[in-house]
T-cell receptor, first 113, second 110 residues
Framework: EPEVTQTPSHQVTQMGQEVILRCVPI?????FYWYRQILGQKVEFLVS????????KSEIFDDQFSVERPDGSNFTLKIRSTKLEDSAMYFC???????????FGSGTRLTVV | GQNIDQPTEMTATEGAIVQINCTYQ??????LFWYQQHAGEAPTFLSY????GLEEKGRFSSFLSRSKGYSYLLLKELQMKDSASYLC???????????FGGGTRVLVKP
C-alpha cells in the first residue's frame, strides 16, 4: 500500500535554530498538507499545498513557517527560528483530491530545547 | 467557525460494543471522518460519511445525521488492540483541510 514518508522521525533542536521537516507524499496525489499535534492536544491544520502554491493556511502558520516542493517528490516544512512552543509531532499528509481519502505520514517529533 | 465535540475518554470490556459520539458545528461541512490514532503514531483512516445513514466496514460502523450535526462510530467485538484514540474530523470538500475534534481515548479492558 502506498505510504507517505517523513524524515527525520525525531529531531531535537535549540531554540532559535532553523529546522526543515521532510515528506515524500504518495506519488499520484495532488494535495499536500502539514498538521501538528502538541502532546495531549488535538491534531491542528497548518497548511495545504496544491498546484505548487499554498491553497490554505491556518493562523498558526505565520511568517516563521514556509513550505516548499523543491522537486517532483519532496514536500518540506521549514520553521525559521524555532520556539519552545513549536515542540510537537508534525504530520505530513497527502490526498488525491478525487475522493476524501487522506494518508498521513508517521510524523516527525520535534523537540525544541 | 468550527466546533467539534466528542467525549474525552471511554472504557469498555473486550468483546463488547462501544459507541463514540461526535457533534459538530462547522461552516461549509461536506464530510465526516473517523480516524484511529495509537499513542505516538499517525492517525489512520477508518471511515467517512458524506450522506446521512450508516456505513458499515467490518467491526466498525459510522453513522451521520447532517441535519443534527451528529455522528457516531460504533466498534463491535472489541479487541485489546482497539485501545487507542478515535478522532472525529470534518472536511469541506475533497482536497480541503480536515478539522479535528479532541479525540476520544478508548481503553479496552480484559
Amino acid at each position: 500500500e502506498p505510504e507517505v514518508t517523513q524524515t527525520p522521525s525525531h529531531q531535537v533542536t535549540q531554540m532559535g535554530q532553523e529546522v526543515i521537516l521532510r515528506c515524500v507524499p504518495i506519488s499520484n496525489h495532488l494535495y499536500f498538507y502539514w498538521y501538528r499535534q502538541i502532546l495531549g492536544q488535538k491534531v491542528e491544520f497548518l497548511v495545504s499545498f496544491y498546484n505548487n502554491e499554498i491553497s490554505e493556511k491556518s493562523e498558526i502558520f505565520d511568517d516563521q513557517f514556509s513550505v516548499e516542493r523543491p522537486d517532483g517528490s519532496n514536500f518540506t516544512l521549514k520553521i525559521r527560528s524555532t520556539k519552545l512552543e513549536d515542540s510537537a509531532m508534525y504530520f505530513c499528509a497527502s490526498s488525491s483530491g478525487v475522493d476524501y481519502g487522506y494518508t498521513f505520514g508517521s510524523g516527525t517529533r520535534l523537540t525544541v530545547v | 467557525g468550527q466546533n467539534i465535540d466528542q467525549p474525552t475518554e471511554m472504557t469498555a470490556t473486550e468483546g463488547a460494543i462501544v459507541q463514540i459520539n461526535c457533534t459538530y458545528q462547522t461552516s461549509g461541512f461536506n464530510g465526516l471522518f473517523w480516524y484511529q490514532q495509537h499513542a505516538g503514531e499517525a492517525p489512520t483512516f477508518l471511515s467517512y460519511n458524506v450522506l446521512d445513514g450508516l456505513e458499515e466496514k467490518g467491526r466498525f460502523s459510522s453513522f451521520l445525521s447532517r441535519s443534527k450535526g451528529y455522528s457516531y462510530l460504533l466498534l463491535k467485538e472489541l479487541q485489546m488492540k482497539d485501545s487507542a484514540s478515535y478522532l472525529c474530523a470534518t472536511g469541506r470538500a475533497a482536497g480541503n483541510k480536515l478539522t479535528f475534534g479532541g479525540g476520544t481515548r478508548v481503553l479496552v479492558k480484559p
